[in-house]
């Protein structure tokens, strides 16, 4: 069974204009699929469907729980939808209660919240950041902060739109080795083509609403003709020039079918 099923799925915004055709996509236990496309492609308007933001035609799933209203409740939970303003995300005086909002609102007594906002700040390396106050935080910080918030109600999926967009070159590669820790499933939006090198298992490609194709990353991102027709460009780690590096791809942990901090 997948993690993620997308069958048939439609949807247009209320002025008619239509964001997404048709799509179809399957994501498999663990595996971190790529949504790229050129802006207003619908990569955000389809991470939005996997945990009911947005409802449209078509079928969406999560396991084997249909993304319907009567499951809402329970599919939130199971996909954790990470922004890409963080500031959207957190809104409270202290780190602390940003994690703990979650598992608050899912009946998890003081103590068991304690636990695990300890679990999920440990998780993004941000344990010391508890007492700190989000505003005061640098973006990088802010951006692990929110992906926190979702890890701790163990969601067994992390739909992240641009985790990296803003960050400076230390911060991105923290992120993205952070992200290549966490064995949950993951679906991401985004326009940065060299993270989807290194990090992602198979990318989706839309165009205008529609999925135009799929592959493993450095064979679709690589195709210069089919990234020229989408207005993309080959990432520099695969132009084939003298002196491009060698794209290296992020190890991962063994996949697990469970939320990442199943284990706490």
Do not use: W
Request: net charge negative; hydrophobic share 45%; with cysteine.
């Amino acid at each position: 069974m997948a993690a993620v099923a997308v069958r048939s799925v439609s949807y247009q915004y209320p002025d008619g204009t239509p964001a997404l055709k048709n799509v179809s996509l399957s994501v498999g236990e663990g595996e971190i699929v790529g949504l790229v496309g050129a802006n207003g492609a619908g990569k955000s308007s389809l991470l939005l469907h996997l945990n009911g933001v947005l409802a449209a035609t078509g079928a969406v799933s999560v396991g084997d729980l249909p993304v319907t209203p009567a499951h809402l409740k329970e599919v939130r939970r199971r996909v954790g939808l990470v922004f890409q303003n963080p500031d959207d995300q957190l809104f409270m005086p202290r780190v602390f209660d940003d994690v703990a909002f979650g598992a608050l609102n899912l009946g998890y007594c003081r103590e068991m919240v304690e636990r695990k906002v300890a679990a999920a700040l440990e998780a993004v390396g941000m344990a010391a950041f508890a007492e700190r106050a989000p505003q005061h935080l640098s973006l990088g910080e802010k951006k692990k902060i929110a992906i926190a918030t979702v890890l701790v109600m163990d969601c067994q999926v992390l739909a992240l739109d641009e985790p990296t967009a803003g960050l400076d070159p230390r911060a991105r590669r923290d992120l993205m080795e952070l992200l290549a820790s966490l064995p949950c499933t993951q679906v991401i939006a985004t326009h940065d083509l060299e993270m989807a090198v290194a990090l992602f298992d198979r990318v989706a490609l839309l165009s205008q609403g529609e999925l135009v194709a799929e592959g493993e990353p450095a064979a679709l991102l690589g195709d210069e003709q089919l990234m020229e027709q989408y207005g993309l460009e080959v990432p520099h780690s695969l132009q084939p020039h003298p002196g491009a590096p060698h794209h290296r791809r992020l190890r991962r942990p063994e996949r697990a079918p469970a939320g990442p901090l199943a284990q706490h």
